[in-house]
């Protein structure tokens, strides 16, 4: 039996795994045994290996024969599909410019690839799902600190207290975080949780706020008002390395505890004693706002309050707190070469007012948000074909209907993806990709106190006709007429190709699918060594880059919205089995959990006449869908929840098909463009009745 050091993508964490495989199939799935994480792996994991056998996922590629998302399709050589593609993508780009081709891809360590091509073609346009999820947590924290969310991690060997704001860590889970936040539980830590209904991070709080929805920044604003008026801050810290200390003393003067109390339903004495323990602890906390944070238009804000607590109680770059991603500099060593830093800088803006419209949001992200209305307005110029790797704006994104509407008014759109998706579906051509079993990928800087070289290895021979993504847009740029800037044949000369300054080979990462840069921590000092990217280089409560775009830092508090007489706010959230609809037709996992249910307030329900199991019909500006209610005294009377991504509409997804309610058909008018870059999407309100 041969073993194989890798990284799954059975889920956007991207957990080290360790395939077993014998007679050149993949026997055993575990986490890799050489990382923290140990041999630990979640379901979704573990059911790579079904996957890998799925004779419903795409196996070759193929080109429309008849109208779009009409299901009709025929088989296509890999030759014929990139000359098709790249004939196509050609047209379009003498005939209205490079800008008028877009590219979409889910985001993170891996994106090098697809930055480069659309780059290389003259395109400024690359964007990703995170107006969906995180963008009001990037750019925040941005505006603050001139950091990302992703360049700051989490200390939980360490904590002592932490604060975890809808964040359902133990369902909606990482592997290692979760194992993480279990032995800090163990050891002692204690910690308050904020969410709107029971679950099971909340079943494991110290103390559990069944908070009124979209009220955390209220909360959040009476603790810093606390923190100031009783001076439980870390005053050295701030004195060193905060600027906007006394516009925000008078910012917060009148969000005291008893004002939060009645926006929040959470008493002033429960907030003054969390403040207190706050302060005891500091500067060994944590305040997780985790990844899925487009909620509502104030989101930006509560985000920046967030990172206002961190700096309050001086737990930037302190054990138990937050503290700075390192990458390969930090350590000593060259960084990675990668092939998007080679090629020249497009002239023209971006498609969706990043870097101009919006000067403050980060072209890194983008607003996918905004590409409907890019097509249908041909603003600031036409957009004629877009390229969408691994990615389902259709599935992800509020309002598919219009999204899709605008997609169809394409001259051309092209999904590369290892599975199908509500926007393949209405592509013009399907590439398939390898599954992550079945490619060598290009390595990646795992940045964190520790950082490492990582790299995703092949395990086994693709079973169907695919291709791993680096031949891909090889292959398209070799035919467009920019392959000089893809200066490998094979993966092995890529990955030379990126490791050429660190004194690294692609034969280190055969053995532990990994190298390490640093055995220790790498901590900077945090009386002179800290490293802000803002202007001043310090924490800007008061944000130079806000200011000068004419945004205030501290606008006046506004409440959330309160929903319609009869309605209630849809809120959305995951669980360790799925990767919101990426999964569902999985054979495994769909086994185990084929459909989601809608909870409903048991005294609502009552009122409504509706009992556990029923069929109820769920509603918004004409839009229904059906689902199972779960009836529970256990979630907020203003609120249903249900489990994102199902109600698939793929027939050829047959185990998913029409299973469960398809919840961002519900979500109309919300492709919008928040100040934090996020659509607000649980500003959502349906009506609910019987079916």
């Not at 003067?253 to 004693?273: C, D, F, H, L």
């Not at 590409?371 to 509020?398: E, G, H, T």
Request: aromatic letters at 12%; one cysteine or more.
């Amino acid at each position: 039996m041969k073993k194989v050091y890798s990284v799954c993508t059975m889920c956007t964490v991207r957990c080290p795994i360790e395939v077993e495989v014998e007679n050149g199939a993949v026997k055993h799935i575990w986490g890799n045994p050489y990382l923290l994480g140990g041999r630990y792996l979640c379901p979704r994991g573990a059911a790579g290996k079904a996957f890998e056998n799925d004779h419903e996922r795409l196996q070759y590629p193929m080109i429309r024969d008849g109208e779009r998302g009409a299901g009709k399709w025929r088989r296509a050589s890999w030759d014929e599909a990139l000359d098709y593609t790249a004939e196509k993508l050609k047209k379009v780009i003498d005939e209205y410019g490079p800008e008028s081709v877009v590219l979409g891809d889910r985001g993170g360590a891996f994106a090098d690839m697809q930055k480069a091509f659309i780059k290389a073609i003259g395109s400024p346009n690359y964007f990703n799902h995170h107006g969906s999820c995180s963008n009001s947590v990037h750019n925040a924290h941005n505006a603050i600190a001139g950091h990302r969310r992703n360049t700051v991690s989490y200390d939980w060997k360490n904590c002592k207290y932490a604060i975890l704001y809808g964040r359902n860590i133990l369902e909606s889970l990482g592997t290692k975080e979760a194992k993480d936040f279990i032995d800090a539980l163990e050891r002692g830590m204690k910690f308050t949780f904020l969410d709107v209904r029971w679950n099971y991070t909340a079943a494991k709080a110290t103390k559990f706020f069944m908070i009124a929805p979209g009220s955390d920044y209220a909360f959040n604003l009476a603790l810093i008002h606390v923190l100031l008026k009783e001076k439980l801050y870390d005053a050295d810290f701030v004195d060193r390395w905060v600027l906007g200390l006394k516009e925000l003393r008078q910012f917060v003067e009148p969000y005291n505890p008893e004002w939060a109390s009645r926006e929040t339903g959470v008493s002033g004495k429960e907030i003054v004693r969390v403040a207190h323990e706050l302060a005891e602890n500091k500067p060994s906390i944590i305040l997780y706002q985790g990844w899925m944070t487009a909620w509502t238009e104030n989101d930006y804000y509560f985000r920046r309050s967030i990172y206002m607590l961190y700096a309050l109680l001086g737990a930037y770059e302190a054990p138990g707190g937050l503290l700075f991603n390192k990458g390969e500099a930090d350590a000593g060593y060259k960084p990675l070469k990668k092939l998007v830093d080679g090629i020249p800088k497009p002239e023209k803006k971006r498609f969706d007012g990043v870097g101009w419209k919006y000067k403050h949001l980060s072209a890194d992200y983008g607003l996918a948000q905004m590409l409907p209305y890019a097509i249908l307005n041909q603003d600031p110029y036409p957009v004629k074909a877009y390229i969408n790797y691994r990615f389902d704006p259709l599935s992800s994104f509020p309002d598919p209907e219009a999204f899709k509407d605008a997609l169809l008014k394409l001259d051309f759109l092209v999904s590369i993806d290892v599975n199908y998706s509500h926007t393949a579906w209405v592509s013009d051509v399907v590439l398939p990709e390898s599954t992550f079993l079945e490619r060598t990928d290009p390595v990646i800087c795992k940045s964190g106190p520790k950082p490492a070289l990582w790299m995703r290895r092949q395990a086994v021979e693709p079973k169907y006709d695919s291709k791993p993504k680096w031949w891909i847009f090889k292959q398209l740029a070799e035919r467009l007429g920019v392959g000089k800037y893809f200066p490998y044949e094979t993966i092995e000369e890529l990955v030379e190709y990126q490791l050429k300054d660190t004194g690294f080979h692609f034969d280190d990462f055969l053995e532990k699918g990994y190298v390490e840069l640093s055995q220790k921590q790498i901590l900077w000092d945090r009386k002179d060594g800290l490293k802000f990217k803002t202007p001043s280089k310090k924490i800007e409560f008061v944000s130079s880059m806000l200011e000068e775009n004419g945004i205030p830092s501290f606008p006046p508090y506004e409440p959330p919205k309160k929903p319609p007489e009869g309605c209630y706010r849809l809120v959305t959230g995951k669980i360790a089995l799925h990767t919101q609809g990426t999964s569902l037709n999985n054979p495994y996992l769909n086994e185990l959990q084929s459909e989601n249910s809608l909870w409903i307030n048991a005294n609502e329900a009552k009122k409504l006449g509706i009992s556990d199991g029923d069929i109820v019909e769920v509603s918004c500006d004409g839009i229904k869908q059906h689902a199972k209610a779960s009836i529970s005294e256990f979630i907020h009377p203003e609120v249903v929840y249900t489990l994102h991504g199902y109600g698939r509409e793929i027939p050829l997804q047959t185990r998913a098909y029409k299973k469960g309610m398809r919840d961002n058909t519900l979500m109309k008018g919300l492709l919008k463009v928040a100040v934090g870059g996020n659509c607000p999407i649980t500003d959502c309100f349906v009506s609910i009745r019987k079916a």
